[in-house]
């Protein structure tokens, strides 16, 4: 029957290696791949500050972004795509605050280049391989 | 209790009970806000409610994180605790920065990274917070008589968590590559280090409440958080099927991720073995219900309500909607809420050296915030799948989706006010006890002589 120094063993050895592996796949990631992935040489200064004001104001906490956030706003990986540049810089600093059936956006007083910036961000992101994320719908019927 | 020093624990825990009562309010919040009465708007906006119910979870759980190791170690350590007022400091930095943070996030001060909110400049502080409570309890340990394996489980987790704290204080300019390292910090705490903190306060509480010898519990402790990181670090991987990392993420998260649920079903096989070979019949029934529930209800919730949507298949479709709410909040409550009430349940009587552990207030209390919580996870369940079928098959416009999900935060607002019946009973409870007293000390001690050597 397992021991106590063996069942120690397993957990020391168990984790060393399955964190060294972990570590090295996450050299792999970030040097070989994300950077093509993402078209890391088409982060500008003005995506960088896009992205600074999407942390910035919580966007997080009503959006989804590459899926992750929160679910209470849409997703936004295809905002670029789905509704063009115009359509989004009306969105921040709509009177009143942004109201699409009923639910309230925060209404931001942004400058013109603050919302060129999200808009810059926002087509990095859509721009960037995602794997297949978000799917396309297989029984689309709203169209 | 063994020693005067274990008293400090109380203050961390009322903090936790006051957090936990913030943190249900602002879900509630939440919850009409998306049946579409979002009154408070104006003064609260749904960002900064989320912020703050998901950051005031993190801190309340915490602060019962550190008031369990100052309430173990000195009773495990057979020593007192090294210096209490440095604990006090502690204690009172904590909650200030805590209620910063969370001032912040009304006024619109966030970093804006999902329970990452907290700003920058508040980070470096939590950090030295954590510095002081470390330094506290390692000086504690290292003067002390004994070292027990359930300690330095306990321990190495709290070290290990504030470790990974680092990687999400950095700015990358990429957005995936912050996305990768807010990862190592939310996913190696929750389906990793933490679970070293959960297997050190539950084999303690085990230890204490079966009777079952030390050695053979400390054994299966080694064998679970093995399990843990063997599934878990590469789990990891899960997060990264659809945020621009390359396509093998698919393959190692998604075969890793499928075993995580093993080791916490070893868990609770774990507890439930003990229970049963346990000889002794400790008094406190209530702390034995919350940890028999910590180990069955993280499985359910953080094992295979997790399994559920971890399969890249699957995920591709779930990603990002409410399916992962409704993992997300029983994964919370069954791991980490449950273990911090489990523990408060078992050291207030010793603490204030009343004996009214089992009482039929608790245990209401038991039952209905378990019950309640499994409705709201039902709620979320159907809202979830909902979503997955109008918006992600269908095609259907989020807003209009939203709309038609409407009648299910009904139900989660009515599943919820159980829930937070149970936890204001739980909290009366917990304020009947009083304040511990000197008097406790060397009380309760006849349960713990019989087994722990």
Redesign the interface.
């Known amino acids: 029957m397992?021991?106590?120094k063996q069942?120690?063993l397993?957990?020391l050895g168990?984790?060393a290696i399955?964190?060294l592996?972990?570590v090295g796949?996450?050299v792999?990631?970030?040097v070989?791949?994300?950077?093509r992935?993402?078209h890391?040489e088409n982060?500008t200064q003005q995506v960088?500050m896009g992205?600074h004001l999407?942390?910035?104001?919580?966007?997080?906490?009503?959006h989804?972004?590459?899926?992750?956030?929160?679910?209470?706003?849409?997703?936004l990986t295809k905002v670029y795509e789905r509704r063009g540049a115009d359509y989004i810089k009306a969105v921040f600093n709509f009177p009143g605050?942004w109201r699409?059936?009923?639910?309230?956006m925060?209404e931001y007083n942004f400058t013109e280049e603050e919302k060129d910036a999200l808009v810059a961000?926002f087509k990095?992101?859509d721009e960037?391989?995602?794997?297949?994320?978000?799917?396309k719908?297989?029984?689309?019927?709203?169209? | 209790m063994k020693y005067k020093s274990q008293k400090i624990a109380y203050y961390f825990f009322a903090l936790s009970m006051l957090l936990l009562s913030l943190q249900i309010i602002y879900g509630f919040i939440m919850a009409f806000a998306h049946m579409g009465y979002d009154g408070l708007h104006q003064w609260i906006p749904f960002n900064a409610a989320t912020a703050t119910h998901k950051n005031l979870l993190v801190v309340w759980i915490i602060s019962g994180f550190m008031g369990a190791a100052y309430f173990i170690i000195p009773d495990e350590s057979d020593h007192e605790l090294w210096s209490v007022p440095l604990a006090l400091i502690q204690f009172y930095s904590l909650a200030i920065v805590g209620v910063v943070a969370i001032i912040g996030f009304h006024v619109g001060w966030f970093e804006g990274r999902k329970f990452l909110e907290i700003p920058r400049p508040l980070d470096y502080l939590v950090a030295l917070n954590v510095i002081v409570f470390l330094i506290n309890i390692l000086v504690t340990l290292y003067k002390g008589k004994k070292h027990s394996t359930t300690a330095w489980v306990l321990t190495s987790g709290l070290i290990f968590a504030a470790l990974l704290y680092l990687p999400g204080m950095v700015w990358f300019d990429n957005h995936t590559v912050d996305s990768f390292f807010r990862w190592w910090v939310v996913h190696l705490w929750v389906e990793g280090v933490w679970e070293l903190i959960m297997g050190g306060i539950l084999s303690y509480l085990l230890i204490k409440l079966t009777g079952v010898d030390r050695e053979v519990i400390e054994k299966w402790l080694y064998v679970i958080v093995g399990l843990t990181f063997l599934s878990g670090i590469l789990g990891t991987g899960h997060h990264y099927y659809y945020i621009g990392t390359p396509k093998y993420w698919l393959l190692v998260g998604g075969i890793f991720s499928a075993m995580e649920p093993l080791a916490f079903l070893g868990m609770t096989l774990f507890a439930i073995q003990m229970y049963r070979k346990g000889n002794k019949k400790h008094p406190n029934k209530l702390a034995l219900h919350w940890t028999l529930s910590t180990a069955i209800v993280s499985f359910l919730g953080a094992g295979l309500l997790g399994l559920a949507h971890t399969l890249p298949g699957v995920n591709l479709y779930t990603h990002g909607t409410l399916v992962t709410a409704m993992h997300g909040h029983l994964a919370f409550w069954g791991a980490y809420a449950s273990l911090v009430l489990a523990i408060i349940s078992y050291s207030m009587p010793l603490m204030t050296g009343r004996k009214i552990l089992d009482n039929a207030m608790g245990h209401f209390a038991f039952w209905l915030s378990n019950i309640g919580m499994i409705g709201m996870v039902a709620a979320f369940a159907a809202a979830g799948v909902a979503q997955v079928y109008m918006e992600r098959i269908m095609g259907v416009d989020f807003m209009k989706a939203q709309l038609e999900l409407a009648p299910h935060f009904f139900v989660l607002i009515l599943a919820a006010t159980v829930f937070a019946t149970g936890i204001t009973l739980y909290i009366i409870n917990f304020l009947k006890f009083g304040v511990p007293v000197d008097e406790a000390i060397g009380q309760g001690e006849e349960f713990a002589a019989l087994q722990t050597n």
Not at chain 1, 54 to 62: K, S, T
Request: with cysteine; proline share 8%; charged share 15%.
């Open positions: 397992l021991s106590k069942a120690k397993f957990f168990g984790t399955f964190f592996i972990f796949m996450t792999d990631t970030l070989n791949h994300v950077p992935q993402t890391a982060i960088r992205r999407w942390d910035a104001n919580n966007c997080m906490g009503c989804t972004i590459m899926g992750e956030g929160a679910y209470y706003a849409p997703e605050g699409p059936h009923g639910r309230h925060v961000f990095w992101v960037a391989d995602l794997n297949g994320f978000p799917p719908p297989s029984l689309s019927l709203d169209r």
